[in-house]
């Protein structure tokens, strides 16, 4: 997005977290793995006992489950379909092994026990250059890393896994996906297949984070870029947003395969005010469009990686979707260059241009919002192949490493930026719906619409021939580096 942005941890702290690691690994990982499926939703995780061990700490479907005082664990009221579980060994003076192997099992809905009485076993086994590792890390914190692929690439279809149930941040759908597989030198960290009817909020918030927030002393909702919309947020737990909001349509729509998300004519709208901030009632009210926006704010942030989604843009004057990465800090001067990494955006009248920008503040404090900078990819940050990307899904993806961004559409690298500005902070990923704003009425050498002044969007034409367009996304997968 083309406004404000985030910040890091310094190398002290870095260098602390790194000599933690290297001495975590006294002690040996946890192995010879053995799932039972018991029946009922219920698995007993086994391992080889490991010598200097008193605990276990046992990570389930990429979420932290629990510790064991002996090399056993069960699971309880898992639903139909894959899960995995990871384990590390506790020494007594409170160091930890690596992370084992990661062992894979299909849960049924009925008993799995053989003609014997006795359970299935399911050996663990490590996939080919790949390692096994830990639950989704948050906050680049250098020790920890993903659940990792099982032996058997072959996709297993199963069943939408219940949201209440999916407390994990790695999606356990995206296990039946090949592709997951064939990012050698990757562990995924972080995925999303909306394969359910719901958004599943232990990954995503349904909000801005400077939307809907207090500000000193005011509760207020604040808008950016001059845009047209109110983000609706079916996740909050503001009882007036939820009073006033709630009886409005959910731009969230989810029908099992994906997540679309709708922008719809504002039946609030009864004003025609132009603030850029105030109590919600007064911004629902003077916004001609109701959107979306979701973020992974405080759920998870990485610091470089492989970030990639599958997205189909709408075509329609005045949409302004985008898929980007931001900083996490509260308040701009908390240590952080409120760094944004833009991996697609695009506006709706030109759907055969995709915008991709880095931008960075310097001198940013208390009492000054920095000084902006705008790297500029290479060759452009405007990218034409000649492809209208509003026909169908495209794979949009960063692959940011120290000192390097590049942009891909479908696999292809298609912009590149080299600055060590890249390096300074762990940022989360935004996607969201805008509608209008200060862009879209640029000149159309800039980008916009290239309309004069007294027709900007959206006139009344553009209001009264809506056509409820959608930004559609089949996944969101984020990777790390092994």
Sequence with gaps: MLCSIRLAFASLVFLALSSFASTALAIDAPGGFRA????SGTVMWQWDPVADAVRYEVTVDG???????????????????????TVKSISADGQYSAQSQTLKIYVTSVSAFGPDGIGQQFE?????????????????????????????STPVVSAPTPVSSDSGLIDPASWAYNEVYQKPGYELVFSDEFNNTSLNSNRWNTQ?????????????????NGEDQFYVNPLTQDSEHRDLIATLPNPFELDG???????????????????????????ARQQPFLSGSMSTYEKFSQRYGYYEARIKIPRQEGTFPAFWLFHERRR???????????????????????????????????????????????????????????????????????????????????STLDSNEVNYEPLYLIMNLAIGGNWTNFPANAGGLGRDPGNYFPTQSDIDNWSNPALEIDYVRVYKRN
């Design 208 to 224: 801005l984070k400077w939307d809907g927030e207090y500000n000193g002393e005011r509760y207020e909702y604040r808008l950016i």
């Design 36 to 39: 039972t499926d018991l029946g």
């Design 257 to 283: 395969s994906r997540l679309a998300i709708r922008a719809l004519r504002n039946p609030l709208k009864n004003a025609n005010t132009d603030l850029s901030y105030g109590p919600l009632r007064d911004i």
């Design 63 to 85: 979420a932290f489950a629990g510790t064991a005082s002996g090399p056993s664990y069960v699971s309880a009221n898992l639903w139909v379909g894959d899960h995995s579980v």
């Design 332 to 414: 701009a001067y908390e240590d952080t260059q409120r760094t944004e990494i833009d991996i697609m955006e695009n506006l709706g009248h030109a759907p055969q241009y995709v915008y991709t920008s880095f931008h960075f503040f310097k001198n940013v404090s208390p009492t000054y919002g920095g000084d902006a900078n705008f790297l500029k990819p290479y060759p452009s940050g405007q990218v034409y192949t000649g492809t209208d990307y509003s026909r169908n899904y495209h794979v949009y993806a960063v692959r940011w490493e120290p000192g390097r961004v590049e942009w891909l559409i479908d696999g292809q690298v298609v």
């Design 124 to 152: 663990a086994q490590a996939t080919p250059g790949i390692p096994a590792a830990a639950p989704a890390p948050q906050n680049d914190d250098p020790g920890a890393s993903a659940v990792t692929a099982p032996a058997s």
